[in-house]
Nanobody
């Protein structure tokens, strides 16, 4: 499986961005997709997640009400709509996949098998 992110950019505080993550390869099994971010000097943080079989998506508290995760199964593409961005949102954003996955629960660290290369979001 290959994951390729896009959509990162530099924006002003209060602005919006939409990140995309295109998946290719063997995705016949159910899987869980997540967005992570990491900024210099900070630990990687799980931001949002969604299960391909449905259910309520996961959001870390700091992005609830501002970010929306969604997926287009037919296109094997994951999205992260980010609104009301602030400087604390500046980071490299990564998408990741846990496959196979059979529940709408946030996977543990060792279950995230595939990662994208990241896309940079800078908010000033």
């Amino acid at each position: 499986v290959q994951l390729v992110e896009s959509g990162g950019d530099s924006v002003q505080a209060g602005g919006s961005l939409r990140l995309s993550c295109a998946a290719s390869g063997a995705t016949d099994n159910p899987y869980y997709m997540g967005w992570f971010r990491q900024s210099p000097g900070k630990e990687r943080e799980g931001v949002a997640g969604i299960y391909t079989e449905g259910g309520t998506p996961y959001y870390v508290d700091s992005v609830k009400g501002r970010f929306t995760i969604s997926q287009d199964i037919a296109k094997n593409t994951l999205y992260l709509q980010m609104n009301s961005l602030n400087t604390e949102d500046s980071a490299m954003y990564y998408c990741a996949m846990a496959i196979p996955w059979y529940a709408n629960t946030w996977p543990q660290e060792q279950n995230w098998l595939y990662w994208g290369q990241g896309t940079q979001v800078t908010v000033s």
